[in-house]
């Protein structure tokens, strides 16, 4: 069988063998539903609590701000869904590059009546000037992500945080809420929730080695309200039993990749340089300042995404034409690459190489290797 | 330490071992995300298309009508959720059983404007004739539950479904959505949701020894859409990467219960049939026909819920005075048992015992024994 060597750590990661191991012994020992009162939920209840302040004290903040979720896409739809409660139609800012599940409710705003401006960012980069001309006194919710998963961006949010606020203060103090999707983040970048200063932000735990289904929403902002209370789990936020052994498992994954931030941002930094060395003579789209080094776009001009991406799945190499949750919806990458200003030319030859904590320089120049073959036979 | 003797398996059951191997076996081989195109996303996708067929052989149903979620609660969120797309205020039918995760709805759907029915359940059944009467043009979605939590009665779904096809026949043909929530059936009860005839069903792996944080939404009809497609994932039904170690997990802990359904049912039935006969001194309340044999409620007479069962609760047993879900929400079982129609008197003192196949005759006759002589106690 030929080797796999994967560069798609954005779409999703492995679980580490702590946080499988966490999950597991979870599932063994904790039999209890963490809301029932006896004893095995009183246990199952404790280790629900320890998880949110393990995460809490990771994210640097109140473990009274957290809901668990299953995952970003369910964190980004309670802040979201939460405007159906409003009776008023909102004025909703959102990017054209933001995930496809924030991206994708313009549909449903747009069905109900709801007023929407979707930002640009050219090379890449929301700008403050925009936000501030788009925000009216309609305006409920601002919705930009810290990390973009495409090309790797990292969105100055404290700036434009700021700008919301200052729009707040000289209209009268009426609240907007701002949220962003930091899925691509956690782990992976340093930054400070309280220091950007938004009121939400979601999470997602297989970006960062934990389990699959299961996220965190940070909130602040009392008025958020979930659709449906259900069985009252996480203080009314979001309904259904926990998943208790995802949840310690998330837990763990986080601690790990906080733990080692940096030696990890270290690590695939170099990687990241390595790439972007070697792989000069195609382009590189992802800037080489204010990004993640987890992700690189490159784009070889001479081969439609796919097509290229399709040769090297064929030697073995897992990397991406766009972000993998948008294979299902049939608008690549090339939706944000354009919302960046980048040319026709690069946005449908690029490809999205994502990195991980485990990947490998050895894989790294195998890949290097790979596209300068193909390059070289194609171009 | 004291020995946990578990009856509130209602609320949730542990994984089973062949849960847990097939969850950790699936989360160390399968690296990709299933959206992705590369090898390792097609292997991930050809799991994940595995597990949906192992469902739906189990439900006897097309694999195109499951759709996974993270577990019944959000099942049951989407076929709600899914009326908000609607332009006219819509009329819908519930029952005051209805497990929270569909009655907390009610909230929303009264803030929105629109109308709604709420069928009593005299001792533990929805009557056809309350149906009936309750039925309007306007009327869009009737969800009611197949098997209570809270005393295990039995729906006759099948000629409630009837009820509402003769109503459309009527009334031009206009479609009425049906949607049950069969949380407490599968693995449990046998039924085919094609003879009962309903649109949608919502499950949740939890409570048949699958994992937490995992379910499946069964729907035959189109016009139910999600709120936000996402990245499109489960056609556009349900966005968010796929749980896929969870899933797998899912699918063989429901094949499990499916092959093991009548052995299971008839060591249940046994422990049921000696609690009954046991307890004979205090209230019985769930009904001795159409009843699940995995829950026995009872009533002692002498003390609040809350008492008795902490009483229990300290002497090692785990048993509820309603569901795990109501704890959160102050709302007591007593609010489904006022809908059965059930005395104060009876309601208040109210303990709900559940099984699974775990339940040794052991644990009951100690049970038994623990009752007796609290009774005796306080009597």
Known sequence: MQKIRYFDSAATTIMSQTAL??????????????????TAGIEAKALLDQSRSQMAEILHVDPKTLTFTSGATEANAIVCNSLLWKLQKPHVILSNIEHSSIKEYVRLMKHLGWKITLLNAPDGFIS????????????????LMLVNNVVGTIQDIKSLVQVVRSFETENGGRKIHFHTDATQALGKIPFSLEDLGVDSAAFSAHKFHGPKGVGVLYNTDPSVESLSRGGGQEIGMRAGTENLAGIASMAAAAKEAADNLQANAEKVSEINALLRKELSFIHIISPDHDCSPYILNVATRILPSEVFTRM?????????????CSNNAKQKGEGVLEAMQISPELGR???RISLSSDTSKEDALALIQAIKTLYQEHV
Do not use: M, W
């Open 128 to 143: 403050a000037q925009d936000l501030a001309k788009a925000l009216t006194k309609q305006t409920r919710l601002v919705s």
């Open 21 to 38: 191991n966490v999950y597991e012994e979870t599932a063994k020992t904790y039999i209890g539903n963490p809301s029932s009162l006896h």
């Open 312 to 324: 090297l799945y064929d030697r073995g190499f897992c990397v991406s034409s766009g972000s993998a």
């Open 349 to 351: 030859t690029s490809i």
